[in-house]
């Protein structure tokens, strides 16, 4: 349907990439520089187009600019990807089998890189070894939980892990690199070039052939341009994964399609004060937010509800209830903990979503009976009041990583535990969650027991797209664009 109206999509952009030393994608929409890009109208209309800067790092394993990194994904494929469910897929690896600690990976055979030289797990080996050694690396983290990474035969890569985890095989996708450098790709693309242009063209070698044949990347210095190109016609592709505000003003055909992201809101509970130092105030707290009204007022729906803290998207919750509704006898036993206490509810003031969350949530709690003293603050201001614990509750956003482990937030010793919460009958679940004695269902049932923390929703990433491409599937907070090779263009 054609759009004549502003239309704005709230999401936020919390990767660890940025895309130029100048801008931070965190906080600007898709930040970088490169050559100011020509008027084309007169040269041939490629497939599909996307966004992308050779003045920056183009290396898929080292860059930190958000859109190389996943034009790139196009380029090097991985021994496994996340999909939807927040479950690992095989791409390069034939199969993945998990005995105690060691991952076996084992290759398909007859992979080729572009330059048609073999594929072997050496190689793989060798992008985890880069991965593991690269400061900037958004994938350094991952293979650092590895103790060992290595080839046990042309075909077989045995990954060892230093601790269990919940998701290992999420772990496994490093781009892979001929002897771990960017030189041959094993993608579905290769670069190339067309009119002088450079592009990105199907990979004859590739061992699934995409069904759009040819991607032109197109360059810009000036963030304002990126929405230009976009608005023109120019750009087909916009992805605004964990996303921020932005505003648009297009006549042409496109749509919006959202997708998992691992933005995670919630609402830090300060246990050493005294109205909700009891489980029982925390989780009353919990049953008295509307979370759903929330997620569907102050983000457009573009974000998951959930009580827990994990994405309601993982295949792992499925039949789950992850922000069921309160019966009215259930919402009145809630407000009777924490009816009459008077809470200094902080929340960082220099965003309008996270301000709307807040205030959605404060209005909760009053209704609840709770007298909530609302206080918005700057960066300055609201880092030292959670330093110094001056708050009741506070509002707060992370991201979860690939390993889908929240502990960080509410675990003993945390890094991200603000108020210093401790359990151990919690930490010992988590432990069990990770190690398969217990199921998911039980770590749920401990954590609603404790409440650490009140988790409010996860937001969706937000791709902007030309009406005429379809196919999108398997898009997750770490693979933006999915399976690409099942993209068409009507």
């Given amino acids: 349907m054609k759009k004549t109206a ?170 892979i690199m001929k002897n771990g450098k960017d030189a041959a790709g094993c993608g579905p693309y290769v670069f190339s070039e067309r009119n002088g242009d450079t592009v990105l063209a199907a990979n004859e070698t590739y061992f699934d052939a995409p069904s759009v044949k040819m991607i032109t990347l197109l360059e810009t210095k000036r963030d304002d341009a990126v929405t230009d190109l976009f608005s023109s016609g120019e750009l087909d592709l916009l992805s605004l994964p964990g996303g921020e505000s932005m505003s648009l003003t297009s006549l042409r055909d496109y749509k919006i399609i959202s997708y998992p992201s691992n933005s995670f809101i919630y609402l830090d509970i300060n246990v050493q004060s005294e109205p909700l130092s009891s489980a029982q105030a925390r989780r009353a707290v919990s049953v008295c937010v509307d979370r759903k009204a929330i997620a569907s007022r102050s983000f457009v729906d573009l974000a998951d509800a959930t009580e827990y803290p994990f994405n309601p998207h993982w295949s792992a919750l499925e039949g789950s209830d992850c922000a069921p509704e309160y019966s009215a006898e259930q919402k009145a036993e809630a407000a009777a903990l924490i009816s009459g206490n008077k809470l200094k509810f902080i929340y960082p003031s220099d965003s309008d979503i996270k301000t709307a969350v807040a205030q959605s949530a404060a209005e909760n709690l009053n209704a609840a009976g709770a007298d909530i003293d609302l206080v918005g603050l700057d960066d300055e201001a609201f880092e030292s009041a959670v330093k110094s614990k001056s708050y009741d509750i506070c509002l707060c956003e992370t991201v979860i990583s690939r390993t889908l482990d929240p502990t960080f937030i509410y675990g003993t010793g945390g890094s991200l535990n603000l108020s210093g919460f401790e359990d151990g009958e919690l930490d010992e679940a988590f432990l069990s969650l990770k190690n398969g004695s217990l199921k998911i269902n039980g770590y749920l049932t401990v954590f609603s027991l404790k409440t650490p923390i009140v988790p409010l929703l996860f937001r969706r990433g937000v791709m902007y797209c030309d009406n005429a491409a379809s196919g999108f599937t398997a898009q997750s907070p770490w693979n933006s664009l999915g399976d690409f090779c099942k993209v068409t263009i009507d």
């Fill in 6 to 175: 502003v239309l704005i999509i709230m999401a936020i952009l919390l990767s660890l990439c940025s895309c130029a030393p100048v801008y931070d994608p965190r906080t600007e929409l898709i930040g970088a520089y490169g050559e100011e890009q020509e008027n084309t109208e007169a040269l041939p209309k490629y497939d599909l187009s996307l966004l992308y800067y050779p003045d920056m790092d183009t290396n898929p394993i080292t860059t930190d600019c958000y859109a190389n990194s996943e034009l790139l994904k196009l380029v090097y494929s991985p021994a496994v990807r996340v999909d939807d469910k927040l479950d690992p897929v095989c791409v390069l690896a034939e199969s993945c089998d998990i005995s105690g600690l060691t991952i076996t990976v084992r290759l398909k055979s007859g992979l080729l890189f572009s330059d048609g030289t073999p594929v072997t797990a050496k190689d793989a080996a060798a992008s985890f070894a880069a991965a593991r050694a690269s400061d900037s690396s958004p994938y350094r983290r991952q293979a650092e939980l590895f103790s060992s990474c290595y080839a046990a035969d042309s075909l077989t890569l045995v990954c060892v892990l230093s601790e269990p985890q919940l998701c290992p095989e999420a772990l496994l996708d490093v781009p």
